[in-house]
T-cell receptor
C-alpha cells in the first residue's frame, strides 16, 4: 500500500546549520506531497507542498523538490533557527472518497543556540 | 482565520468509560478527519467524513466510532476506553475544491486512559 518513510530522529543541530530531513514514499499513481510542521503544544500546520514531479515547494526558508525518479521529497533549509525546533511530518495525498493523507512517522528537530 | 477547535486539550479517563472527543470547524469544510498520533508511528487515520451523516473507516477504526450530525462538528467516540487508546488525538478538516489539498488541524486532545 501507499506509505511514507522519514529519516529517524531526533535531529539536533546548532543555529545556522544546514538541515536535511529525508523522506521517501511508495505510492500507486501520482500523489501530491507535503511537509507539515508541529510546534510544541500545537496541531499540525502545512509547511509546503508539491503536486507534480519536479515541482519545488518552499516556505519560511524551507524547500523540498518532488523527485519522481527517486520517489523522494527531502526537506532542506540553509540556515536553521532556534524557532525551527518542532516535529516535521512528510505526507502524501490520495483520493479515496475524500483527499486523504498518509503520514510518515515524524522527525523531531531541536536547534540549539 | 481558519479554525479547528477540539473540546479538551487534556483528558483523563478510566478503563471501560465511554469517551467523547468533539471537534468543530468554522470554515464550512465538507471533509473532516480523526487521527491518532503516537511516537514513532506518525499520524494514523481513524475515521473520516466527507459529508453530514457520512463516514468512512480509516486505517485503525477498531474500538472507535464517529458521529457527524452537523457539517461543522465531528465527534470521535470510544465506546469502552482501554489503556492502549492512550494517545494524542488530532482532528482535521479540508474543503472539497479542485486542487485544494491542505488539511487544517486542531490543537489535539491528549487522552490518558488509566
Amino acid at each position: 500500500g501507499d506509505s511514507v518513510t522519514q529519516m529517524e530522529g531526533p535531529v539536533t543541530l546548532s543555529e545556522e546549520a544546514f538541515l536535511t530531513i529525508n523522506c521517501t514514499y511508495t505510492a500507486t499513481g501520482y500523489p501530491s506531497l507535503f511537509w507539515y510542521v508541529q510546534y510544541p503544544g500545537e496541531g499540525l500546520q502545512l509547511l509546503l507542498k508539491a503536486t507534480k514531479a519536479d515541482d519545488k515547494g518552499s516556505n519560511k526558508g524551507f524547500e523540498a523538490t518532488y523527485r519522481k525518479e527517486t520517489t523522494s521529497f527531502h526537506l532542506e533549509k540553509g540556515s536553521v533557527q532556534v524557532s525551527d525546533s518542532a516535529v516535521y511530518f512528510c505526507a502524501l495525498s490520495l483520493f479515496q472518497g475524500a483527499q486523504k493523507l498518509v503520514f510518515g512517522q515524524g522527525t523531531r528537530l531541536t536547534i540549539n543556540p | 482565520d481558519v479554525k479547528v477547535t477540539q473540546s479538551s486539550r487534556y483528558l483523563v479517563k478510566r478503563t471501560g468509560e465511554k469517551v467523547f472527543l468533539e471537534c468543530v470547524q468554522d470554515m464550512d469544510h465538507e471533509n473532516m478527519f480523526w487521527y491518532r498520533q503516537d511516537p514513532g508511528l506518525g499520524l494514523r487515520l481513524i475515521y473520516f467524513s466527507y459529508d453530514v451523516k457520512m463516514k468512512e473507516k480509516g486505517d485503525i477504526p477498531e474500538g472507535y466510532s464517529v458521529s457527524r450530525e452537523k457539517k461543522e462538528r465531528f465527534s470521535l467516540i470510544l465506546e469502552s476506553a482501554s489503556t492502549n487508546q492512550t494517545s494524542m488525538y488530532l482532528c482535521a478538516s479540508s474543503p472539497v475544491l479542485a486542487g485544494e489539498l491542505e488539511q487544517f488541524f486542531g490543537p489535539g486532545t491528549r487522552l490518558t486512559v488509566l
